[in-house]
């Protein structure tokens, strides 16, 4: 029975990787460096640089913290955001509430799981957790990385059909969401993602390797 504890220990920890790395990309110093580097607003509707980086941040703010002062129906005297991407961006909002609620939880019942296996001198099925945390978090990262390698397209839409209804997530390509956050965007959001979960994995194998090792 600890040797399958082991195992759903180091899932967990898999899972909380990925959602720490989720948390760290809707930060503002990520979201605000990628949007200086890929949103449009400076070259498509004339806002400053500046100022699309902070419509970048603002649009962050309301899905992580909450709607606030809302978001702009008009900016730069062109369309901004219409009643169907605001209740996409709270679709969302919702969305990363509950990841972040399941990374929690999940994270305090391993960090509990683990305290009782040290206090019980089972270094090696700790041991055993963190490698198999490594395994599914690099698995996991490589699938990802395939299926949007393959087909980017595809992989998106398979991605938000997950989590939101059909036709609530698509907009058109000149609209004002889309062009703050155009695909090489989530590209790159991705990437940054994928390494943050690897960088957790070699975290875990370094830690199991040296609680394998003898005293």
Known sequence: MRAI????????LAVVAVGVAVAVLSTPPLTRALGARYSMGATVIGLSAEDTIDLVERVRSFVVKGPGEGLPVLV?????????????LEDVRGVLRGARIATV?????VVAWVTAMLRAKERALVARALYVGAGFSVG??????????????AFFSAFHGLFFKAGTWTFASDSLLIRLFP????????????GLVLVAAASFWMVGRRLAEPW
Request: no cysteine; proline share 4%; glycine share 12%.
């Open 183 to 194: 695909e090489p965007f989530w590209v790159a959001a991705g990437a940054w993602w994928a």
């Open 140 to 153: 996991f990262v490589a699938l990802m990385v395939l299926a949007a390698a393959t087909d980017f397209g």
């Open 76 to 88: 730069a005297a062109q369309p901004g955001f219409d009643a169907a991407a605001v209740s996409h």
């Open 5 to 12: 504890g082991a195992w759903i220990a180091g899932i967990a």
């Open 105 to 109: 939880l999940l994270a305090i019942g």
